[in-house]
């Protein structure tokens, strides 16, 4: 087997594009999206949207599923049409989204731009996944991936720790910072990008739309892949409350300016959006090791218990007011992810027959899409229910008879917490204080834990009982 740097070496230029591409986009999109939901729920005399938690979930989850099941009919237009101008098409879709979540203010119009943005993203995913299949071979497309799976956390972790700096200054800076960032890919695409060769389609495109459709419905008929797949809208129903619940969480509950002060920070520039990005930075530092040891598993074990510490990982973020622990549960829910999140991918590569490889990989984005949807409904009014400081407070208010101006323009949301303040008589921390104590919001971890938990019980239950010790590939 050639070595790691004779492997390198034998990437052709257009691995390297695609590469670069990947890390923008992912740059512009998660410097957008963990900061997303914030944006759209905090008060808007901070220049956010001032959403309720039931919309915000309503419009991350419904675009979001989008952008993972869309790739199963825009891979299809792409292979039809072109690679090159596919992405000539997301990019422009991209740097338009951007500018409309940045400049569109009323509830409808912004759950179209998203909608809208997830479209740009749904064309560019299948076509870079497919750029770094076609570049690599048998004997490389291990080290291939993994510097593709590289490309997204490094993407992953500039993006937000970047944002986590400029919302605070003005929430139009991060808009900006991801329509420049996704630009920089035009020069990629238009001066350095050669598409590899198609296999002629002479088939039209809505043949080809009709067909990606039926495929999914062949690959469907079989059960215990079902079954394994509606497993996994937990998982990732779970997962995603990184983006969904956790920066709202840490924005209302964590004493982040302790930890700031520590680090040398100003008050108020060590923000929740830079702590999420600590998850790719983990990630980054540790996926090798994490990888070495759970290659020693087969699949189905490795889920299970990546799923498991993921679980716990949840219950540090969400159970504490202290910066330090809830950087211990980023840590250990990237733990838990990397453990399981790619032995998603390859369980599915394993099980899918020769002939329906590609097939079944592109059925596999279903429990995401899936998973994406559900996570917003569990953010919106249950969490706000259990753990948004503001829906808490308004349920202290009613509860002493106390009569408060309706959320408005003239009244926001920070207003109507100051006069709350002002009547009980306390400080923002006393205020906190006294909510964490009285309403308890940190049991939300319950319901988070809980779901994972569950996923990794049925994913025993479906090794033991489903599969009944068939091999990876007789899962017929």
């Given at each position: 087997m050639a070595g790691l740097g004779t492997v390198i070496k034998s990437f052709k230029r257009v691995f390297w594009i695609s590469n670069l591409m990947e890390l923008f986009e992912r740059w512009a999109w998660y410097g957008f999206y963990n900061a997303l939901a914030l944006y759209l729920t905090l008060s808007r005399d901070t220049g956010a949207l001032g959403f309720t938690q039931a919309q915000k979930g309503l419009i991350m989850g419904t675009?979001?599923?989008?952008?993972?099941?869309?790739?199963?009919?825009?891979?299809?237009?792409?292979?039809?049409?072109?690679?090159?101008?596919?992405?000539?098409?997301?990019?422009?879709?991209?740097?338009?989204?951007?500018?409309?979540?940045?400049?569109?203010?009323?509830?409808?119009?912004?759950?179209?731009?998203?909608?809208?943005?997830a479209t740009a993203g749904a064309f560019f995913k299948p076509i870079v996944s497919a750029m770094i299949a076609k570049?690599?071979?048998?004997?490389?497309?291990?080290?291939?991936?993994?510097?593709?799976?590289m490309m997204i956390n490094v993407g992953g972790f500039i993006g937000p720790f970047v944002s986590g700096l400029l919302y605070k200054i003005n929430w139009n800076y991060v808009f900006w910072m991801s329509m420049i960032t996704i630009a920089i890919n035009y020069i990629f695409v238009f001066f350095f990008f050669r598409e590899p060769g198609r296999e002629k389609n002479t088939a039209s495109?809505?043949?080809?739309?009709?067909?990606?459709?039926?495929?999914?419905?062949?690959?469907?008929?079989?059960?215990?892949?079902?079954?394994?797949?509606?497993?996994?809208?937990?998982?990732?129903?779970?997962?995603?409350?990184?983006?969904?619940?956790?920066?709202?969480?840490?924005?209302?509950?964590v004493d982040l300016d302790k930890l700031g002060i520590l680090l040398g920070m100003e008050p108020g520039q060590l923000t929740a959006v830079t702590?999420?990005?600590?998850?790719?930075?983990?990630?980054?530092?540790?996926?090798?090791?994490?990888?070495?040891?759970?290659?020693?598993?087969?699949?189905?074990?490795?889920?299970?218990?990546?799923?498991?510490?993921?679980?716990?990982?949840?219950?540090f973020m969400f159970t504490s007011q202290h910066a330090w622990v809830v950087i211990f549960g980023i840590l250990v829910f990237a733990i838990g992810e990397m453990a399981s999140s790619?032995?998603?991918?390859?369980?599915?590569?394993?099980?899918?027959?020769?002939?329906?490889?590609?097939?079944?990989?592109?059925?596999?984005?279903?429990?995401?899409?899936?998973?994406?949807?559900?996570?917003?409904?569990?953010?919106?009014?249950?969490?706000?229910?259990?753990?948004?400081?503001?829906?808490?407070?308004?349920?202290?208010?009613?509860?002493?008879?106390?009569?408060?101006?309706?959320?408005?323009?003239?009244?926001?949301?920070n207003d109507y917490v100051h006069r709350a303040q002002e009547i009980f008589g306390m400080n923002s921390t006393e205020l906190n204080r006294y909510l964490w104590d009285h309403y308890h919001p940190s049991h939300i971890w319950i319901l988070f834990s809980g779901i994972a938990v569950f996923a990794s019980i049925l994913l025993f239950f479906y090794d033991r009982f489903i599969l009944k010790g068939r091999v990876a590939n007789d899962h017929t």
């Open positions: 675009g979001s599923m989008l952008l993972y099941f869309l790739p199963l009919i825009t891979g299809a237009i792409a292979d039809k049409i072109g690679y090159k101008k596919v992405l000539i098409l997301s990019f422009t879709m991209y740097v338009m989204g951007y500018f409309m979540m940045g400049h569109f203010q009323t509830y409808g119009t912004i759950f179209f731009a998203y909608i809208f943005l570049t690599t071979t048998a004997e490389t497309s291990s080290i291939g991936f993994g510097i593709f799976y495109l809505g043949k080809n739309i009709v067909q990606a459709l039926q495929n999914i419905l062949v690959t469907l008929s079989n059960w215990r892949y079902v079954i394994f797949l509606v497993i996994m809208i937990l998982f990732w129903t779970a997962f995603n409350q990184l983006y969904y619940s956790f920066p709202v969480f840490l924005d209302d509950w702590l999420t990005s600590l998850d790719a930075f983990f990630i980054i530092l540790l996926q090798l090791i994490i990888s070495s040891i759970a290659m020693r598993f087969k699949p189905l074990q490795a889920m299970m218990t990546g799923i498991m510490i993921l679980a716990g990982g949840l219950f790619p032995k998603f991918t390859e369980y599915v590569g394993r099980i899918a027959p020769p002939d329906k490889k590609a097939l079944y990989m592109g059925t596999s984005f279903l429990p995401i899409a899936a998973g994406h949807f559900l996570a917003g409904i569990l953010s919106g009014k249950l969490y706000a229910g259990i753990s948004e400081k503001f829906t808490l407070l308004t349920r202290e208010i009613a509860a002493r008879g106390i009569s408060m101006p309706e959320i408005s323009a003239g009244f926001t949301q």
